[in-house]
């Protein structure tokens, strides 16, 4: 009976990581994949 | 009085560019504006660090954001009279740099709501898949209806998000009574879903939640893959309306001067134009001298002299003086509204080009939806049973869904054009990649595309130092193209000169005075009035005797040998369609070996490119200029350089950043090798369904079967797309490392 909390949890899990890309989306973060690798090397705080 | 005169010739040193700075940025509220600027030669962190600090330290710019992945600044700023020297500041720390106007479309809410139904999508189709692998591993019929249950549970609310970008397509489709490639997809999904549910209330064996998912998963990605290759609705036209005038000061037949807008300029009424507008209706000089930049009507970057009787187009740009000019045509009769109609008309003729996958799609749903039908009536037929001649049709129309067909075209695409971004070559969308690899005939222009669009000096007429220094001193007061190749001379001993001792005479040259003696820099018969005869080129001299002595050439493209002769060893005939003078088109057709016309107007080029093709010939037209736009609409496919006008980048499929050509025959050869996997692709997906299809229709296809099946398929045409190796040429794939201009060979335009 292990189902019975195993497929929930996955769900909540798989939700989590939905929900996750989403935000992720739609706060821009795919604008750009290479400078974000890049900007993580500078020293000050970033763009003003 | 000659102070002023000088002071006004520097602030027009860079109307035009300013202008065409302000066209290609989006204004914001609060007096801001956005620029997007395309800086190909940006590649590591260290870039951005220099571009965003030097762009930042500029006054009137808010702000800087670099785009790695795009390549792209882009800068805000506060609106003023003129706007921050952006170019100018990138050029100078070694960053060519192009305004890039296309993205003004940032956010494409299309493009958001695909990746939103998408993830949601692979979520669903993850969680379903983890059940299914439980039912196919043998579980028993209570945890396989259990399992089945809690599948369509998912599933429902998934098909109603995610799949409604197909059902709202297809049903739009319907309801004009048309069919497209979404309406067998959505009948296919909504059935399969349909007998999933009936055999989870009956307890059946097999539910297809599964394949009805990953259907759906499958053909978003192919479906945002695609978008991301759509032809993005530009025209070239609303550019060129952009750059006529919006009226000028006229002079009515009852004598009243009024700004007046151009519709309401009619022949006979005189017009003035002060330095820097724009030139309204076609005329008549009646007085003043001038400069005008005839870029729109030639092509040509040299600006031409304006004297009383000289003809003017609309649409040319006055440089230097104040002129007035008797309108002889209204404005719809004009050359810009002549230029306009044959822009309207070259796009209007360019819609006609229908995408290989819409071709195949066409194809496609009566083939699928004749199968299905076929496959019902064939097992009423045989076995009498309603439900089981169902389930195989439903069996059908799900293993035929086009999930390989749907990724076989942009994948491939995708690919090709990330290739070429990295050789520095922007496609515009998919369709271009395919019309250029049907290319058999090639049409150059010459200005800007064959040459340089600068002007170099030529080494061995130059004079040597103090001279030069001097000339360089007094050349950086004007905008004139040999003035501005004389100032890039520049160096550290040259006397520093006030505006105020330095005027320009148009049409002749530059005068200063340093020291009590008269310079005179410019045309022979001017700056040595006295023993002109036999001098030629452009001479510095000091009170009437000549000094120094310049000549000036346009230099061939980097890479344009090399280009010409990698088309000829494609099979490609090209050819040189100019609307310079004969004599500088045939030095550069003889230097690339090539035919050519010379002297052509805007609306020849379009005649030639129109006659080449009613020859049977697919053309592609390489041009820069606004006087190009016409035939880069008209052409097959169109190539560009980024330091084209506007209009031009916009009017072309394809625009390359780096100066070398030879990013033309590297567009050509990867557009022929995409069409090489594309149709592989189709090769692999129709194999899919010749082999798929039979199991389905005599009924062996489960959902195990369905799912293996149309997950490999994908799988092989996403990998065969992945082989893609884009053929290199020296020098295009090199990444170019920002470098230094050398000093006194070529300035940017």
Known sequence: ?48 | MPSSAAASCAADANVAADEELRLASRRLPDGLWQTDIAVPAIHCGGCIRRVETELGKLDLVRRVRVNLASRRASVLWQDAATPPPLLHALSAIGYEAHLHEESKDTTDPERRRLLRALAVAAFASSNIMLFSVGVWAGADAQTRDLFHALSGGVALPTLLYSGRIFFLSAWAALRHGRTNMDVPISIGIILAFALSFYETLTSGPHAYFDAAISLVLFLLIGRTLDHVMRDKARSAVLGLARIGARGALASGPDGVVLYRPVAEIAPGMTVHLAAGERVPVDGLVLSGRSQLDCALVTGETIPISAVPGTRLSAGTLNLTGPIDMRATAAAKDSFLAEMTRMMEAAEAGRGTYRRIADRASSLYAPLVHAGAALSFLGWILASGDPHHALTVAIAVLIVTCPCALGLAVPMVQVVAAKRLFEAGVMVRDGGALERLAEVDRAVFDKTGTLTEGTMRIDETMSGVGPALAIAAAIAVHSSHPYSRAIAALAMADAPALAAGQVREEPGNGLEAEIDGQVYRLGRASWALPRSAAGQQGTILARDGVAIARFRFEQPLRRGAVAAVSALREMGIAAEIVSGDAPEPVAEVADALALPACADVTPAGKTQRIAALRAAGYKVVMIGDGLNDAPALSAAHASIAPASAAEVGRNAADIVFLHDDLAAVPLALATARRAAVLIRQNFVLAIGYNLVAVPIAVFGYLTPLLAAIAMSSSSLIVVVNALRFDAPSYRGAKQRPAPRGRPAGVGIAR
């Open chain 1, 1 to 48: 009976m292990s189902a019975l909390y195993l497929i929930p949890t996955a769900l909540v899990i798989g939700g989590i990581g939905l929900w996750a890309f989403m935000w992720s989306l739609g706060s821009g973060q795919y604008e750009d994949l290479d400078g974000a690798a890049e900007r993580i090397l500078f020293e000050d705080d970033g763009p003003g």
